[in-house]
């Protein structure tokens, strides 16, 4: 039977009142804002080739770590996420906890980085970034902490040249690209990626967030907007609102080869798990992955969910495999006061207890 719905008057005018008057007072903390920025712990730059630079992170006392920690993000965000602000920096925790941590910024590629590849990522940036710090150190082998696409770019380089890695970190990462709740993996798994690629060149980032946008549209373009409203007479809040928002606009755009291939590949072709995927002429294959590996995915993640992560465990070669799950988003997990409390001292034990 039909229902109508049921408002009351009255108080829906006083909603509406209530978000006015909420908004009116709100706006002069946004007038007295000032620009706001990411990337707050300090650090040094060691090495750049062309768009991507190596920064070395300073904590406030010397590192205890006997082995560094390398960061290597995701190429379709920078990876100021992991240092968002001083309260909020995974980078800052770990610094605390005294690990010694350097981290990737892989740039934004323009036109002259339409025809990079795969290899070019993993076996070349990637890999001469693994080796800078290992000659900075004086050690055969460095530990890596791979997020999201950045951790499957670290798969594969384990796989590769596991004499290279002392330990493996995979945050967020997606492994199996085929599960039923993957809503990314359907949305690409029929695109002709290559009329996508030869028509666009270099994939634009406003499009990619708008991708990403509609995988919850009602939640990340309505909600979070009207839910501003309440924090408006907050100038903290709305600053923190602000930088995250930035943060999420501030991407670079995808190269085009790298685009192509990581797409057909991977959500495609699943080939990571099948041990097809070929890089460099070389066949990666996850049971060469020998060193200790600690695999991290969040409960609550739509982009990366549970089931894509943990087949790990199933595939690597390695016998020392500890998973971690986290109560928590994609973003949460490393910007949320419980993501602050738990993860970094939790990588930090890990690595401790082997040697690291």
Not at 82 to 91: G, K, M, N
Not at 270 to 278: A, F, T, Y
Not at 288 to 314: C, F, G, K, T, W
Request: hydrophobic share 40%.
């Amino acid at each position: 039977m039909y229902s109508p719905l049921r408002i009351d008057p009255l108080k829906a005018l006083e909603e509406i009142e209530t978000f006015r008057r909420k908004l009116a007072a709100g706006l002069p903390s946004l007038r007295s804002l000032g620009e706001v920025h990411f990337g707050a712990t300090p650090k040094e730059a060691v090495y750049r080739e062309d768009k991507l630079v190596l920064y070395h992170f300073r904590g406030e006392r010397k590192p205890s770590a006997k082995v560094p920690l390398l960061i290597s993000y995701a190429l379709v965000n920078t990876p100021w996420m992991t240092d968002l602000q001083a309260d909020r920096s995974l980078v800052a925790r770990l610094l605390e906890q005294g690990e010694d941590v350097y981290l990737i910024d892989w740039g934004y590629p323009d036109l002259a980085d339409r025809w990079l590849t795969l290899e070019d990522y993993i076996e070349g940036y990637l890999g001469r970034c693994i080796d800078v710090v290992r000659r900075r150190h004086d050690l055969d082998a460095i530990n890596l902490l791979g997020i999201c696409q950045g951790g499957a770019f670290s798969l594969c380089y384990a796989a590769l040249h596991p004499e290279k890695l002392a330990n493996l970190i995979t945050m967020v990462t997606p492994v199996d690209f085929h599960t039923p709740d993957n809503m990314l993996s359907h949305w690409t798994r029929e695109m002709d990626v290559d009329a996508f690629v030869d028509s666009l060149g270099n994939i634009p980032a406003d499009l990619m967030n708008f991708c990403y946008l509609t995988l919850k549209p009602v939640r990340l373009n309505q909600q979070k907007y009207v839910g501003l409203v309440d924090i408006l007479d907050d100038p903290k809040e709305v600053e923190n609102f602000l930088r995250m928002e930035k943060w999420i606009f501030d991407s670079p755009d995808q190269a085009g080869e790298a685009f192509r291939q990581f797409i057909k590949d991977f959500y495609q072709g699943n080939k990571l798990i099948k041990g097809e995927v070929m890089i460099g002429g070389r066949r990666v294959d996850l049971e060469r992955v020998s060193m200790p590996v600690l695999n991290i995915y969040a409960e609550q993640d739509h982009l990366v969910p549970p089931s894509a992560a943990r087949p790990l465990r199933d595939h690597v070669g390695t016998r020392d495999y500890t998973e971690l799950s986290f109560k928590g988003g994609h973003i949460g997990i490393y910007v949320s006061s419980r993501a602050q409390r738990e993860v970094p001292g939790a990588v930090h034990a890990w690595l401790a207890a082997r040697g690291g």
